[in-house]
């Protein structure tokens, strides 16, 4: 849900390939958390045919230019948007997308800004927004089970919010959480 929250604040609403950008996504949180004996040793060759390395690195190699990829049909999906909406990104409800298009348009950062820039961008706040809010999340909830008479309360209060929907989403709660 996070990823998704921060997706629509890079994006906006009208990414068609969110969801597959997002599982992207995932797979790159997962190469990069793991321990890896290559980046010790990356000029052994034992090393990198003991670890599968080679497998690996064409994983993350591969993941990289989906990312890519993915993130060029955003960009020229939204670009396309802006055109048949008439709007030029100036709105007051702009996505992070549209700010750094119109940017690219209009100049004055003293660096020209490619389309690689921009991809690289969201994908650097994408991922760190994931991870920090993915860390956040997993603290609060240890901290609640550390504290069953927090967590009996914190389950009380969504029982009553929810009234036993098996499906939430954020409409559905509507600020009733505190």
């Known amino acids: 849900m996070m990823n998704d929250v921060t997706m629509m604040a890079a994006v906006g609403g009208r990414c068609r390939r969110r969801e597959q950008y997002l599982g992207e996504l995932r797979k790159v949180t997962r190469l990069a958390a793991g321990f890896n004996l290559v980046d010790l040793f990356p000029d052994s060759r034992i090393v990198r045919a003991l670890a599968g390395a080679g497998g690996s690195l064409r994983e993350a190699r591969a993941t990289h230019e989906k990312i ?13 948007a802006m ?36 991809s690289a961008t969201v994908f650097d ?51 009733s959480l505190h």
């Open 125 to 175: 706040i994408l991922a760190g927004g994931s991870d920090t809010t993915t860390i956040t999340v997993m603290w609060a909830m240890s901290e609640i089970m550390r504290h069953p008479r927090v967590m009996q309360r914190a389950q009380l209060e969504v029982r009553q919010v929810t009234q036993g929907k098996n499906k939430v989403d954020e409409a559905n709660i509507g600020g």
């Open 68 to 80: 890519h990829g993915i993130m060029d049909d955003m960009i020229q999906e939204h670009l396309k």
């Open 83 to 118: 055109k048949r909406g008439g709007g030029d990104g100036d709105g007051e409800e702009e996505d992070l997308l549209g700010i750094l298009r119109r940017l690219q348009r209009d100049g004055g950062l003293g660096i020209t800004l490619t389309t690689e820039i921009i």
